[in-house]
């Protein structure tokens, strides 16, 4: 009988610490998120919420970027999330989308529409079909990190057309011939520091080298690919001096940096015994909250041969949240979302993420000094958030990026690759509703009937 009431308690305790997301936490707000560098913001703010809802119990769970998709699918599969941190990106993903619930009424503190306070160009990333699904927290941009001692040790400000960092691919090239120069000399680790382990960061370098050899050469690039134009494939011109110069740049990375991990990469650069790093402004907090013994300074990553096309940084709006469609407690998820945006809540997250603000009129208050810095370059929209669900590829481009680094992978059979993938999801491509989202998205009014095929 001891025993029977011995193994009933602990079933019990099991039971009751099933806990985090266990059949008991249906009466609790579930959240789940990916970077816990902003951990502490969110435990200041759930204490705030939890202000103005005494009762109620908030379970906030966070996991890295890379292991957040296995959480995000699991949590969703079994309908044990309420509000899910996600991406602008992903509002136009079948497989995620089919869990958001439109945010349409969003509403800011004053009571207007919290749409309304948002810039256009970061609420455009997040509709699909008419209705709002993710609601964005920052905008963020890919940029070059460099060591300024590094530099002037490398070279001289004359060096550059601007005096003060490489703006073409022949001033970016020499750069890199003489930071490898030290490298050889033992008198720095690292030419461009990376950490590849989780595979997704040479997506940052991948869409950084896309916007000046592609895009911003021809914005309906792949447009006219999808429409099969004559002369439009990835053995394009574009594409294959976009795939030189990166496998180039990728010939200054080493290889063993593909088994370094990513969520090390700012506090290791911060070290300062790299001369590069190519990241996510969103890790600018990390890099300077090591503090750095040396001045940083940012750059667009220059493979154009023209510096008129290297003025771009890729931008996007970075994370926010969406409200899963089959949560019991919609009301208070979206309150939750919206207590975001209240204005000393999101002055202070700004000031602590270090984000580019959505809402007109924040400004940040960078305690180190270098954001306006960092900011100052004028954006064109990410590769992934041009790529439409349905349309392979974008995975290839991770794939091919790292085998630039690791073996002797050939633009050629990179090239050849791209095009196999782009052969055999034709029908994806040249969809109505995909060619007619691409005008919808980035070029409104420009006849998109003209473009698309009938389904």
């Known amino acids: 009988m001891k025993k029977i009431v011995a193994v009933l308690c602990c079933l019990m305790m099991v039971v009751c610490c099933f806990g985090a997301f266990g059949c008991s936490s249906r009466d609790a707000l579930r959240i789940i998120n990916f970077r816990p560098e902003d951990q502490a913001f969110y435990d200041f703010l759930i204490e705030e919420f939890k202000k103005e809802h005494p009762d109620l119990k908030v379970i906030y769970e966070c996991v890295s970027t890379d292991g957040y998709p296995n959480l995000q699918s699991s949590r969703l599969t079994a309908n044990q999330v309420d509000v899910f941190g996600t991406e602008a990106a992903n509002v136009r993903s079948v497989e995620l989308r089919k869990y958001m619930m439109p945010l349409n009424d969003l509403e800011y503190s004053d009571g207007t529409s919290l749409w309304d306070k948002m810039n256009e160009g970061d609420v455009s990333q997040v509709v699909y079909e008419g209705d709002k699904y993710v609601a964005p927290l920052g905008s963020v941009e890919i940029v070059v990190y460099y060591n300024k001692d590094i530099m002037e040790q490398a070279c001289d400000p004359s060096d550059f057309a601007n005096g003060e960092y490489p703006t073409t691919w022949d001033e970016f090239y020499s750069l890199l011939i003489k930071f490898q120069t030290l490298k050889n000399q033992k008198k720095i680790d690292d030419v461009i520091y990376f950490g590849g382990l989780e595979a997704w960061p040479i997506s940052m370098i991948m869409s950084a080298g896309e916007i000046p050899t592609v895009y911003a050469v021809d914005d309906k690039f792949y447009l006219k690919l999808a429409k099969s134009e004559k002369g439009y494939d990835f053995s394009h011109p ?164 790292l085998k630039y680094i690791t073996s002797d992978l050939s633009v050629a059979d990179s090239i050849k690759q791209m095009n196999d993938i782009l052969q055999s999801t034709a029908s994806n491509w040249q969809r109505k509703s995909v060619i007619g989202m691409w005008f919808d998205y980035f070029f409104p009014g420009e006849g998109r009937d003209v473009w698309a095929p009938e389904d």
Request: glycine share 10%; charged share 20%.
């Open 238 to 401: 574009l594409y294959e001096d976009y795939f030189t110069k990166i496998k180039t740049l990728c010939g200054f990375i080493d290889p063993l940096s593909t088994g370094q991990t990513y969520n090390l990469a700012p506090s290791t650069f911060a070290m300062g015994n790299s001369a590069l790093m190519i990241d996510g402004t969103w890790s600018y907090p990390q890099v300077m909250g090591a503090n750095p013994q040396f001045e940083p300074g940012f750059f667009p990553l220059p493979l154009n041969d023209d510096a008129e096309y290297n003025k771009y940084v890729p931008t996007k709006s970075g994370s926010g949240f969406a409200i899963n469609k089959n949560t019991n407690k919609p009301e208070l998820a979206k309150e939750f979302i919206e207590f975001h945006y209240r204005p000393d809540i999101y002055q202070k997250y700004i000031n602590t993420v270090l984000t580019s603000p959505v809402i007109k009129g924040v400004e940040i208050e960078d305690p180190y000094g270098y954001a306006g810095e960092m900011y100052q370059f004028e954006g064109l929209l990410t590769m992934e958030n041009r790529w439409m669900d349905g349309i392979a590829g974008v995975e290839m481009f991770r794939d091919i990026g």
